[in-house]
């Protein structure tokens, strides 16, 4: 493996190709210490919540991030078990006619830009993490989180117009602060009516 790729885990090289010509926003032997600092931060904030499950979030959520902003990418052996779980989410708890309903949408949408010569800066683990997002959260929970999530990462895409923004981070950033602030929606249009 030549020197200048990331030091992918072996369960990401096996579900995923690194490209030596993708060059993230970070550099790449930012990689593995952005990785624990994410986690360890969103571990933090959703320890209260969550608990001992908030480290498995973290630790997930955490590497995603990392590899996005590095790589621009987010491998299969992430993004395919959180579908997967979201899915067993919805099902135990309400909501999997909705998850189901949003994976098949995101699916399709994926198919015609795969067949398509329409770049639209959005690959495909962009939309296998936002399946996995609205198999967990209810429809408007999912978008609040991506519209949150936009917002917080808008300061980036003013300091750098014209470079590639990685589309998993604003994703991960809102569904992490509804994660930590539940009640965040209904405060907000609570003090916007």
């Known amino acids: 493996m030549p020197q200048n790729l990331p030091q992918f885990t072996p369960w990401e090289t096996a579900t995923h190709v690194p490209q030596s010509s993708v060059t993230g926003m970070l550099t790449r032997e930012s990689l593995t210490p952005l990785s624990l600092l994410a986690a360890l931060v ?3 904030l959703l320890w209260s919540h969550y608990g001992i499950g908030a480290l498995a979030i973290g630790l997930i959520f955490g590497r995603l991030l990392a590899l996005d902003l590095t790589t621009y990418t987010l491998p299969n052996i992430y993004t ?3 579908m997967v779980v979201g899915l067993v989410h919805s099902l135990v708890f309400g909501g999997f006619l909705q ?3 949003a994976l098949v949408i995101l699916l399709l949408v994926s198919l015609v830009l795969s067949r398509s010569h329409i770049k639209i800066g959005m690959g ?4 296998k ?3 996995a997002l609205f198999a967990f959260l209810p429809l408007t929970d999912a978008f609040f989180a991506i519209a949150l999530g ?3 990462w808008l300061p980036v895409a003013f300091l750098k117009p014209k470079a590639s923004i990685p589309f998993g981070v604003p994703i991960l950033l809102g569904w992490v602060c509804l994660l930590a602030f539940t009640d965040l929606p ?3 249009i ?3 009516s």
């Open 42 to 44: 969103i571990t933090l």
């Open 80 to 82: 395919v078990p959180l």
């Open 99 to 101: 998850a189901v309903l």
């Open 124 to 127: 495909g683990g962009d939309l």
């Open 129 to 131: 993490l936002l399946a």
């Open 150 to 152: 936009s917002l917080c």
């Open 186 to 188: 209904n405060w907000l």
């Open 190 to 192: 609570s003090t916007i």
